[in-house]
Nanobody, 114 residues
Framework: QVQLVESGGGLVQPGGSLRLSCAAS????????MGWYRQAPGKQRELVAT???????NYADSVKGRFTISRDNAKNTMYLQMNRPKPEDTAVYYC????????WGQGTQVTVSS
């Protein structure tokens, strides 16, 4: 069964930078497209960015131009580079395959505050 472990979260100042990582217990190539999601307190989980096995990316309008999703298939690891974060980016961030029913990880908390 696929296990996903997110890491790299923490407290970051607005305008700073942070890089999140997602490690998978199986080959990324067997998983397919992956995504980063986030859930802020009192809000529904939302899709932030996606990346295909071949590296094609897509972003929510709210993060386009500031966040970059990438993946290293050889290391079974995915990343989310967060540049110029805003307070409204504060949330628990999760990685998860697109359209695949596997358990969600614990997520990693990102707090953007001065």
């Amino acid at each position: 069964q696929v296990q996903l472990v997110e890491s790299g979260g923490g407290l970051v100042q607005p305008g700073g930078s942070l890089r999140l990582s997602c490690a998978a217990s199986v080959s990324f190539l067997s998983i397919g497209a992956m995504g980063w999601y986030r859930q802020a307190p009192g809000k529904q989980r939302e899709l932030v960015a996606t990346i295909t096995t071949g590296g094609i990316t897509n972003y929510a309008d709210s993060v386009k131009g500031r966040f970059t999703i990438s993946r290293d298939n050889a290391k079974n690891t995915m990343y989310l580079q967060m540049n110029r974060p805003k307070p409204e980016d504060t949330a628990v961030y999760y990685c998860h395959p697109i359209g695949v029913g596997v358990p969600w990880g614990q997520g990693t908390q990102v707090t953007v505050s001065s």
